[in-house]
């Protein structure tokens, strides 16, 4: 089988782990892309530990 390619930050199992058929990536919680390279949108810090949620107030204004 050819090489997920995963970012093992951002998956779960390392970057080894993904579907036969497709190759996506199990990704941390918060992290999107087939090789979860990036946060969601709402989300924010990525790292080995996923992402972060973005909460905001109730003008939309993000609170960190």
Same mark, same amino acid.
Request: proline share 0%.
């Given at each position: +089988? #050819? #090489?997920?390619?995963?970012?093992? /930050? ?9 579907? +036969? ?21 709402? !989300?924010?810090? !990525? +790292?080995? #530990? ?7 107030? /109730?003008? /939309?204004?993000?609170?960190?």
């Amino acid at each position: +089988s #050819a #090489a997920c390619g995963c970012n093992a /930050n951002g998956t779960l199992g390392g970057s080894s782990n993904c579907t +036969s058929y497709g190759g996506q990536c199990s990704c941390r919680s918060g992290v999107v892309g087939r090789t979860c390279h990036s946060c969601d949108v709402g !989300f924010y810090g !990525f +790292s080995h #530990a996923g992402c972060n949620c973005k909460h905001t107030d /109730n003008n /939309n204004h993000d609170v960190l």
